[in-house]
């Protein structure tokens, strides 16, 4: 490995083999970042598999002749890998976390609300036609009604006409169509703040991948201008090389008094100010999660209202309804009849024209089988393992990225061994200065 790494650290290959080693490299890590590429396009960026494979295949040629011939963008892309770990590769997987949750999470949500306004309209659908029916009831009792008055003991006491006139409305169709039309534009402006919706992340979620991907290059490139540039750059590690330094000249108590200030590059220990960094660097993270499961539970409790909605509809009832009525006719005497009823000693009492006595049942139904619901979307458990395996990803590089910044400089010094002695020389004759100072 340690020779492979050299091959491919060098600035030009010594020989053929190398060559052909350094090419076999190159070739294979090309590979794998187009077959990446492609699933980050497809996958998370939601294009087309044609232009993702397209892309895929252009960048990975570009790739493959900008390792082989460019020393230091080998140097650049070896530290981008690393880089991943700091601020911006945690900007890519936020975006990443986005995505997923706006092609898989939205439309869940979107889908059970049309569910629980399905339920409802079949509701308003039954229910209007079991009024329809009620109104049909009730032009059957005042007929039956009309026909008792005119049925009366006495012809003289008959009215002319007992009939009510009731308005009915007879083609129940209109109703049908304008709660059609209402549920048909409900549908309309759902499906289009769903595209609205959908397109405008998408399309905010692309532009940010591309800026966060660009900045990750330019980051990296940053880091090698600097540590290419100033020797005071990053340099306050203990190396081999300098402890190899120190030893020659007989310096070593340098190194130990100054323990304190500088770090050993494959140590675990963090300085102060790099913990305290990585609590500021975790509450943006924490925040994020805070909105991403407030996302998620507006899924659950969809799916739950959409659930219970389905299941109470189907278990409504049909509710009975009884129209009872009681009719009774009579009529008085007059003072005359009452006078001549009183000289033959007859008592005056009311003359029953009519009685009417009848019950009516009906049934208001709210639900039917014929009912076109769709049934609710459950969440997907596996949205949700990759989200939570991506926010454990992200809070681990809030603090690797110390050491991710320790790799990079490693693998700067690896490239660049001449400039890397020039820095460790810097050191030794910074810490010697300040040795003799105190």
């Not at 009024?131 to 009831?137: C, D, E, G, R, V």
């Not at 009579?330 to 033959?344: E, N, R, T």
């Not at 590089?397 to 890397?420: D, M, N, P």
Request: hydrophobic share 45%; aromatic share 12%; with cysteine.
């Amino acid at each position: 490995v340690a020779d492979l790494w050299w091959i491919y650290s060098k600035p030009i290959p010594a020989d053929g083999r190398e060559l052909w080693t350094l090419f076999l490299q190159c070739s294979c890590i090309t590979v794998v970042i187009g077959g990446l590429f492609y699933n980050w396009m497809f996958a998370s960026l939601d294009y087309s598999w044609h232009l993702s494979v397209a892309m895929a295949v252009s960048f990975s040629l570009l790739l493959l002749l900008t390792l082989l011939l460019v020393h230091p963008a080998r140097c650049v892309f070896s530290m981008i890998m690393p880089t991943l770990g700091t601020k911006q590769g945690r900007k890519l997987l936020l975006s990443t976390c986005i995505m997923i949750a706006v092609v898989n999470v939205t439309p869940n949500i979107i889908s059970n609300i049309k569910t629980i306004l399905q339920v409802i309209e079949c509701i308003c659908k039954n229910s209007s036609d079991s009024l329809l029916n009620s109104t049909a009831l009730l032009e059957k009792v005042s007929w039956e009604f009309g026909d008792a008055i005119q049925e009366t003991v006495h012809s003289i006491y008959k009215p002319m006409n007992g009939h009510f006139r009731f308005s009915l409305l007879q083609n129940s169709s209109l109703i049908y169509q304008k709660m059609h039309l209402a549920s048909e534009k409900i549908s309309r402006e759902f499906l289009s703040i769903e595209v609205l919706v959908k397109d405008s992340i998408r399309v905010a979620n692309r532009l940010a991948a591309g800026f966060f991907m660009l900045y990750l290059c330019f980051e990296s490139t940053w880091y090698l201008k600097n540590y290419l540039t100033n020797l005071r750059f990053d340099n306050f590690y203990i190396t081999k090389k300098l402890e190899r330094l120190a030893m020659d000249r007989k310096a070593a108590h340098l190194l130990v008094g100054s323990s304190k200030k500088l770090i050993r590059p494959t140590g675990l220990r963090l300085s102060w100010e790099e913990v305290v960094l990585c609590l500021v660097q975790a509450m943006p993270v924490t925040v994020a999660l805070m909105l991403m499961l407030v996302v998620v539970a507006m899924e659950h409790f969809s799916f739950s209202v959409a659930d219970t909605a389905v299941r109470r509809a189907a278990q409504f009832s049909v509710v009975p309804v009884t129209l009872s009525i009681k009719y009774k006719v009579s009529a008085g005497l007059s003072w005359i009849m009452s006078f001549i009823f009183k000289v033959f000693g007859r008592p005056s009492e009311e003359l029953l024209l009519g009685d009417f006595n009848r019950t009516y049942h009906h049934h208001l139904i709210f639900s039917s089988a014929h009912c076109r619901i769709s049934p609710p979307t459950p969440p997907n458990p596996s949205v949700l393992l990759v989200v939570g395996l991506l926010f454990c990803i992200l809070y681990a590089t809030v603090f690797l990225e110390t050491y991710a910044r320790r790799l990079c400089r490693k693998i700067a010094a690896s490239f660049f061994q001449s400039w890397e002695e020039e820095r460790v020389l810097y050191l030794y004759r910074k810490l010697s200065r300040r040795h003799r100072k105190e």
